[in-house]
C-alpha cells in the first residue's frame, strides 16, 4: 500500500512558474515508476511527465523545455517544476506510482493560469 499526496498548487498568471510535489507513505524507490499526469475540464487525462527509478525523464511534447521532473529518493517525493505557464496547462495534476501489478494516485492538485 501507498499513499500519495501531491502539494504545490495554485493560480498564477501566465508565464510564470509553479513547483508540484508528491510525497509518498513508502519509500519512492521501491516504485519503478512515478509520473505526473493532469485532467483539464471535458478532456481525459494526460501524461505530462515521468521519471523510472533509474532517473529516466519522460516528457510530453506540449511541455518539453518547460517542466521538469525530478526525484528526491530520501525524501520519498517527485517534483513538477513548471515554469513558463501557459492557460492550457490549467488542469487538476496528478501524481502516480507504480509498482506492478499496482498503481497509485494521488488525490490531485489544481493549476490555473488564467488567460
Known amino acids: 500500500q501507498a499513499q500519495l499526496v501531491e502539494s504545490g498548487g495554485g493560480s498564477v498568471q501566465a508565464g510564470g512558474s509553479l513547483r508540484l510535489s508528491c510525497t509518498s507513505s513508502?519509500?519512492?524507490?521501491?516504485?519503478?515508476?512515478m509520473g505526473w499526469y493532469r485532467q483539464a475540464p471535458g478532456k481525459q487525462r494526460e501524461l505530462v511527465a515521468s521519471i523510472t527509478r533509474g532517473g529516466s525523464p519522460i516528457y510530453a511534447d506540449s511541455v518539453k523545455g518547460r517542466f521538469t521532473i525530478s526525484r528526491d529518493n530520501p525524501k520519498n517525493t517527485v517534483y513538477l517544476e513548471m515554469n513558463s505557464l501557459k492557460p492550457e496547462d490549467t488542469a487538476v495534476y496528478y501524481c502516480?506510482?507504480?509498482?506492478?501489478?499496482?498503481?497509485?494516485w494521488g488525490q490531485g492538485t489544481q493549476v490555473t493560469v488564467p488567460s
Open positions: 502516480n506510482a507504480r509498482l506492478p501489478p499496482y498503481t497509485y
Open positions: 513508502r519509500s519512492i524507490f521501491s516504485f519503478n515508476y
